[in-house]
């Protein structure tokens, strides 16, 4: 009850400012970056009601005036790095192999709903033997499960309720991933969690031909460079943390897909190991030097927050969606 009501004036607070507020717009392109309330708090200035992280920057101006100085605000462009010699040198094969998907699904839920989430994506264009199963619930439950490549999630890294202020970690589940695949014939590997569900056939065809395309080692969803930014996330980080000299990203922790070998690669660097998954999985990636790029036309399907979802998993299967989350009936429908 006090949480509802906390959620509702934090709400309608929120609405004010943005009503009260002034426009705010990037100092170098004059783009709209929203709505918000800027206010002068003990030598520094409060933000209220952004949605976009900003950069503050210094705002040039033509005429010298000692009594008054601008600060404005940008935004990073979005992360395009080219790929490095380390990654280039670590995904020479010496030979090609056919492409093989294994669907990494995380789930904690009782057996039942469990093997409903497998069985919608068999009807997908996965087998059974192309998905593991990644459970952090129950040893009952994972023992119920019918499903034979599982592995089970001992520690607790995972099992968070702030996620972002316990620094939610999914370290342990790529060394079990990696560990499952190190010696396979799996050459890339599709991530999910349980409330992610399919929508587009043979999906795992659509995340390999955009990764071909788009000559990237990884795919996912809001990739975004938040260093230097007022992104919440980062801003924790440096309070606490020794920040790096090369760029920050951060991106959403389901609908992820990688090449086989970046994923080992980052399941066995733990320089970031400690921060939030969300920074911690593509920061690592970008230092090792692997090209991470975001699926910036399936974003509006795969979101945090099931508010920001613009349609029904009907409307979205008719505007081309690969997958949708987050999907929160317990039992995938008989359509997916």
Not at 286 to 310: A, C, M, S
Request: net charge neutral; charged share 25%; proline share 6%.
């Amino acid at each position: 009850m006090l949480t509802g009501l906390l959620k509702l004036l934090r709400s309608l607070f929120l609405s004010a400012a943005r009503l009260l507020g002034s426009e705010i717009r990037d100092c170098r392109t004059g783009d709209l970056l929203g709505k918000g309330l800027l206010v002068p708090w003990r030598g520094k200035i409060l933000v209220i009601g952004l949605d976009e992280a900003v950069v503050p920057v210094p705002v040039p101006q033509g005429r010298i005036t000692y009594w008054k100085q601008e600060i404005g605000f940008t935004r990073h462009a979005e992360p395009n790095f080219p790929r490095s010699e380390p990654a280039i040198s670590l995904l020479a094969g010496p030979e090609q192999v056919p492409d093989r998907v294994l669907l990494v699904l995380l789930d904690h839920r009782e057996s039942r709903f469990v093997e409903s989430s497998i069985l919608a994506w068999t009807r997908h264009g996965f087998s059974q033997e192309d998905i593991f199963l990644v459970f952090g619930g129950s040893e009952k439950d994972h023992m119920e499960v019918r499903h034979l490549h599982k592995g089970m999630l001992a520690g607790s890294g995972h099992r968070t309720r702030d996620h972002t202020r316990e620094a939610q970690s999914y370290r342990e589940v790529f060394d079990l991933v990696a560990d499952w695949v190190r010696d396979s014939t799996f050459t890339h590997i599709l991530f999910v969690e349980y409330d992610q569900i399919p929508v587009a056939p043979l999906v795992a065809d659509k995340y390999l031909t955009r990764l071909r395309d788009l000559d990237a080692d990884i795919l996912c969803c809001h990739l975004h460079r938040i260093d230097g930014t007022t992104n919440p996330h980062f801003l924790g980080l440096a309070a606490r943390a020794t920040l790096p000299q090369h760029p920050i990203l951060s991106m959403l922790g389901t609908g992820h897909f990688w090449k086989q070998k970046a994923w080992l690669a980052v399941a066995g660097e733990r320089a970031f190991s400690d921060w939030y998954l969300e920074l911690d999985i593509p920061t690592t990636a970008l230092k090792l030097g692997f090209r991470i790029l975001g699926l910036t036309d399936q974003e509006k399907f795969v979101t945090n927050i099931p508010e920001k979802l613009p349609c029904t998993l009907s409307e979205a299967a008719a505007q081309g969606a690969w997958t949708y989350h987050p999907f929160k009936t317990p039992v995938a429908p008989a359509d997916t």
